[in-house]
């Protein structure tokens, strides 16, 4: 499995674009790249997934360059409701082996 | 709601004795997968079990065991259990045969050991 790098913390305010970085040098052809949000005390919560280029759903933006070596999550206008740890996983979707969580970015929103 | 159910949600016990978590997947999920949370800390895969047949193995330690039933529900069980397994778990199933692979998560149990 493809080995995950992302910024520990990561600070933003309100109604500012954060950008998240996650590189994984040793992506396989057949990996996706998938992100979660967790609140605390929460299980994970899947928000995007993506194979090369830039995929938008309702909710965030994941842009990965032709290399696919790393990916940025793009949250627009983050709230205070954003603030949580964001997860960036890199695996086989259709082998459900997507299964390695990293240490996360734990990003705060302020006021 | 993820569709997965954990219970119990809060569980505490002594060190040495031993606790079973259940976790029923998503209606036609076939895929269940544990998960250990410490305090502040990453999620660490523990196991995963697939239509009853053990698929792939995490960080799981030996006094540790699960298994998945023949109506999908599955259980963790933990033994001799020491004041670090304090912890949540979580359970996830997936779909294998879904669009993206995504896990959905249940709430957690999250055991004391005191």
């Known amino acids: 499995l493809a080995k995950t790098t992302q910024p520990i913390s990561m600070d933003s305010y309100e109604g500012q674009e954060v950008n998240i970085t996650c590189s994984h040098n040793n992506i396989a052809t057949n990996d996706y790249i998938t992100w979660y949000q967790q609140f605390p005390s929460q299980g994970p919560r899947f928000i995007i997934q993506g194979y090369k280029t830039k995929v938008t759903n309702e909710v965030a933006s994941l842009f990965i360059p032709a290399d696919r070596k790393s990916s940025t999550l793009s949250l627009p206008r983050v709230s205070l409701s954003d603030t949580a740890v964001y997860y960036c996983l890199v695996g086989e979707y259709n082998a459900g082996n997507m299964l390695t969580f990293g240490g996360g970015t734990r990003l705060m929103v302020k006021p | 709601d993820s569709g997965v159910t954990q219970t119990p949600k809060h569980l505490i016990t002594a060190t040495g004795q031993r606790v079973t978590l259940r976790c029923s997947p998503r209606s036609g999920d076939l895929s269940v997968y544990w998960y250990q949370q410490s305090l502040d800390q990453g999620l660490q895969f523990l196991i995963q079990?697939?239509?009853?047949?053990?698929?792939a193995k995490g960080n799981i330690l030996e006094r540790f065991s699960a298994q998945q039933f023949p109506d999908l529900h599955s259980e963790l069980n933990l033994s001799s259990l020491e004041l670090g397994d304090s912890a949540l778990y979580f359970c996830a199933s997936s779909d294998p045969g879904g669009l993206t692979g995504e896990l959905f998560f249940g709430e957690g149990s999250r055991l004391t050991v005191l």
């Open positions: 079990y697939y239509n009853g047949e053990e698929r």
